[in-house]
């Protein structure tokens, strides 16, 4: 549910409370670490050799209406996350521009919710089934550390559900908002005994900013933890996500957006474009301390996830090859993971073995019956594709930290991944073949970091690694020829990166400041993009580069300061060629080298500002700033750059054991006119995704403590 005023974060709490008593001559409260576990081991963020942010629950749902993930993520320098007002997409989420050229779902990062990849072994994931009502914290972790999570990690998100250490409590939220937005959600926690639990759910309704926009969403999670004895605990984590359907207005080109950002491309219509999709998953973990030194870990999991998307394909283009404009797919996935961890004095070491797999069927099916004046449009037509694909890895990782002396911290790792693809196809006939194969890719991805502590309040890190990333599914799924079955002859993009930092901690607030360079070869870019089905080829070497700064601080008790800035120069070093027609046999539209990746800002800034006393009113400040994107990799345009602010305010009222709240926000205060995102080297030009001008939401909570 909306939070209006959540307690402010732990960190938050004690930054000011050390403000507060310097400025009272008191001697100042020592900050507690901010602790994470991104790098599989816990440990303070500020002594890793590594850029790793962590959102608590709690601010990442003050003031918000808690719909996507991306509303609490904009104080996380180097990470773009953009909510396309398209729920038949995910958001866009990027990392130092890895993932920047998704067209659907989230790819180039590594997604996790309660330690359950969200990310799919061929690197496809979406973060759609996080219930935000329960999230006890987020971390984002960037940088070369990122690859020894194998696969498509240019960098990593992790989700954590809260695991409450008080008595029960409840809570029941309502919200309403521009463009007929209703959420409804639900949530109770609390630790008896040995048992804790989280539970959640939420209902959200929006007829969309635009024409054809309409969306519904449910979203379930629980986790359950029981203490077995004082050196074992098992956790039960179950989610699910339903979307009934969700209108797909698709992007709109430069005139069109101009003309109406409401609107959409006539197409959308006539096929009526949109989507339906349901996923439920669930795993377990059991973590059990052989001694003081030695613990084990065991993870499984299993979901399903069943999709179809109705595209605008037009009917005239499926000839006898073509494999469909309705795409209907089945996927089942499952893995392991299993984790050694020794920790002595001033030396730590983890090893693993992790191992997912993932079983595709996948249909197509014209979206048309009939033909001439009777064609009827946006409808099941014929069977087209029929074909089962296979992804899975086993990867074996090893990490080790040693800290030499009291000063100095030495991490380094190394993971070895390989994945696996095959296709059988049991749609052949006399004019389309059997296109059954299979394909392997692997690499040995090394990382190596040091951590310097200058002083008490400074920790200078520097860090290098190998990256990984093989193409998913999706962008193996068709060939830019026309012809059938999977495109086998992409290769993986092989990177290295180096990263140096510092970190600070200054009049009771905390500073980060990072520079990085990655180089690529062999990236996969698209090479055609029309209809909402893209191919993709592999270009020649890319380098990003830039520079990452962020800071949080008490300006006055109960008064809280965030900014964070991001400069990145992403750029393709070789030419290679693509094609602007699908079709299309051969590419053969020169793309320059020096061009700027497509779908990168160079420029980016947030910053709030936040008013949160314990009770009684409050109030917040936000503004967001991003560069020119180019939304194509010949660079002949682009979406420009904007900046919008944002406030809210509301009231906080305790009445014995109840806590009731209220809240009113406005978002895009000046009403600007922007393209929110962009869909990257679109065929049909329709590269813009208008937002919202100026929109409200209110919202009231309640929360019961038993």
Not at 76 to 104: E, K
Not at 144 to 170: C, I, K, M
Not at 182 to 188: C, D, E, G, K, P
């Amino acid at each position: 549910m909306t939070q209006p005023f959540a307690p402010t974060a732990r960190r938050t709490v004690l930054a000011l409370a050390a403000a507060a008593a310097a400025s009272a001559g008191a001697a100042p409260t020592v900050l507690d670490a901010v602790v994470v576990t991104a790098t599989r081991t816990e440990a303070a963020a500020f002594d890793l050799p590594a850029s790793i942010d962590r959102i608590d629950g709690e601010a990442l749902r003050a003031g918000r209406a808690q719909v996507n993930l991306s509303e609490g993520l904009g104080g996380v320098p180097g990470l773009l996350a953009r909510d396309r007002q398209n729920y038949a997409q995910d958001v866009q989420i990027s990392v130092r521009g890895f993932g920047a050229r998704s067209a659907f779902g989230i790819r180039g990062v590594r997604l996790y919710v309660d330690d359950i990849p969200a990310t799919l072994p061929d690197g496809q994931g979406q973060i759609t089934n996080v219930e935000i009502g329960t999230v006890g914290r987020v971390e984002v972790l960037r940088g070369p550390f990122s690859a020894l999570y194998g696969n498509s990690s240019g960098g990593v998100l992790s989700v954590h559900s809260e695991t409450p250490d008080g008595p029960p409590r409840a809570e029941a939220g309502v919200a309403f908002g521009s463009d007929g937005l209703r959420r409804v959600a639900a949530s109770s926690r609390g630790r008896e005994g040995g048992f804790a639990y989280t539970v959640g759910a939420s209902r959200f309704e929006t007829d969309g900013y635009r024409q054809h926009s309409q969306a519904e969403r449910r979203l379930a999670n629980a986790r359950l933890n029981w203490k077995l004895g004082q050196a074992t605990q098992l956790t039960l984590v179950a989610n699910s996500v339903e979307l009934p359907e969700a209108q797909d207005p698709l992007g709109l080109t430069r005139a069109q957006w101009q003309a109406d950002p409401r609107g959409v491309d006539p197409v959308a219509l006539s096929y009526d474009t949109r989507k339906t999709m349901q996923q439920a998953q669930g795993g377990l973990v059991l973590e059990h301390g052989i001694d003081a030194a030695n613990q084990l870990r065991v993870m499984v999991y299993h979901g399903h996830r069943a999709t179809t998307q109705f595209q605008s394909i037009p009917s005239n283009s499926q000839g006898s090859l073509h494999p469909g404009g309705v795409i209907d797919l089945a996927r089942d996935y499952e893995g392991a993971d299993l984790r050694w961890r020794w920790k002595g004095a001033g030396a730590s070491i983890v090893a693993g073995l992790a191992a997912d797999q993932l079983r595709e069927h996948r249909l197509g099916y014209q979206n048309f019956i009939g033909a001439g004046p009777a064609i009827q449009l946006g409808v099941q037509g014929a069977l087209r594709r029929d074909e089962t694909n296979r992804v899975s890895n086993a990867d074996p990782y090893l990490q080790a930290e040693w800290q030499p002396t009291p000063a100095w911290r030495l991490s380094a790792g190394v993971r070895r991944s390989r994945v696996d693809f095959s296709s059988t196809d049991a749609y052949v006939t006399k004019t389309n073949p059997d296109d059954s194969g299979s394909t392997r890719y692997a690499a040995t991805l090394p990382v190596l970091g040091a951590s310097w502590a200058a002083s008490d309040a400074l920790r200078l890190y520097a860090t290098a690694g190998r990256g990984f990333e093989t193409p998913t599914l999706n962008e193996l799924a068709y060939r830019a020829s026309g012809g059938t079955g999977l495109n086998f002859g992409l290769q993986p993009s092989l990177s290295h990166s180096v990263e140096a930092g510092a970190k600070a901690r200054l009049a009771g607030g905390e500073f980060t400041l990072a520079v990085f360079q990655t180089t690529t070869a062999h990236e996969i870019v698209t090479q055609t993009n029309q209809g909402g089905r893209a191919t993709y080829q592999n270009a020649g070497a890319t380098r990003r580069r830039g520079l990452e700064a962020s800071g949080r601080w008490p300006l006055a008790p109960s008064l809280q300061a965030e900014v964070a800035a991001t400069w990145l120069d992403a750029r393709y070093r070789d030419a290679f060629l693509t094609c602007t027609a699908t079709p299309c046999a051969a590419a053969n539209q020169p793309v320059a080298a020096g061009s700027r990746i497509p779908g990168v800002a160079r420029t980016s800034a947030y910053g709030a500002l936040t008013w949160q006393p314990g009770g009684g009113w409050r109030a917040g400040l936000e503004a967001r700033a991003l560069g020119k994107v180019w939304v194509n990799d010949l660079n002949s345009d682009a979406a420009p750059g904007y900046a919008t602010a944002a406030a809210f305010a509301g009231y906080q009222l305790v009445l014995g054991a109840w806590d009731l709240g209220a809240l009113l926000r406005v978002d895009n205060l000046a009403g600007r006119r922007y393209a929110g995102s962009v869909i990257v080297n679109d065929g049909n030009g329709r590269f813009f995704e208008p937002a919202p001008g100026r929109t409200w939401l209110a919202s009231a909570t309640a929360n019961y403590r038993f």
